[in-house]
């Protein structure tokens, strides 16, 4: 399964039209996944920091356990203030190194304006580099995303549909790739549950 990360916690945000997007697709090469919306961890994700902790705390315990046993991780991060939302690094900051982290494949889609969320992406990456993550190298930089996807649920620029649809097939054979090669974190390090 791949766990497809809106990484915002503002309601209702494009980014979470973004990865129902992408989860479509992922369908639609024959692909489980899975959206973890970060507003949905909202309301009592703040009952106190225990970062790394054994026992994170409730709200996020869930979504870290959907973290660890995910086959792969893709990100949808928009840009805020020059970088990702500070609730994604909070969630990020609750996982576990070295389970949730090492040897898991990610990759990347970067939302903005007019630099297309070039700046939170590389961030990510060098957070995912930093704790050895598998980084997908091919990116997607969706710019002006307020204007698209106005009263849209669905991305309709042809160019960008397409580099949304290899993005993923590559994705696809990357994660299986690296499954088979016995490479990937969970054939590495069958994922512990948190409690
Ligand atoms: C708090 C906040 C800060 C933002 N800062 C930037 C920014 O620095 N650069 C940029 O291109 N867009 C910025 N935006 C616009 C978002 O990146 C853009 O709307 C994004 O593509 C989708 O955001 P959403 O998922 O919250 O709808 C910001 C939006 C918010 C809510």
New binding site residues.
């Given amino acids: 399964m791949i766990l497809i990360i809106?990484g915002?916690d503002?309601l209702n945000?494009?980014?979470?039209k973004i990865a129902n997007y992408v989860h479509g697709i992922f369908s639609e090469l024959g692909e489980k996944s899975h959206v973890l919306d970060l507003s949905e961890l909202k309301p009592t994700a703040h009952g106190g920091p225990h970062y790394g902790g054994a026992t994170p705390p409730d709200a996020l315990a869930a979504a870290i356990d959907q973290v660890n046993s995910a086959d792969a991780i893709y990100f949808c991060v928009?840009?805020?203030?020059?970088s990702m939302?500070g609730a994604l690094k909070y969630f990020i900051d609750h996982w576990k190194y070295p389970e949730s982290f090492e040897f898991r494949p990610v990759a990347f889609c970067g939302?903005?304006?007019?630099?297309g969320?070039l700046?939170p992406v590389e961030h990510l990456q060098g957070v995912m580099g930093y704790r050895n993550a598998f980084m997908y190298p091919e990116r997607i930089f969706?710019r002006d995303?307020?204007l698209h996807?106005k009263d849209k649920t669905t991305v309709d620029d042809m160019i960008l549909s397409d580099l949304f649809k290899r993005q993923c097939a590559g994705f696809v054979k990357f994660i299986h790739a690296l499954k088979s090669a016995g490479l990937d974190a969970n054939s590495r390090r069958p994922p512990v549950p948190h409690a």
């Fill in positions: 809106a915002t503002r945000s494009n980014t979470r928009p840009e805020y203030n020059g939302p939302l903005g304006w007019m630099f969320g700046r969706f995303v307020p996807m």
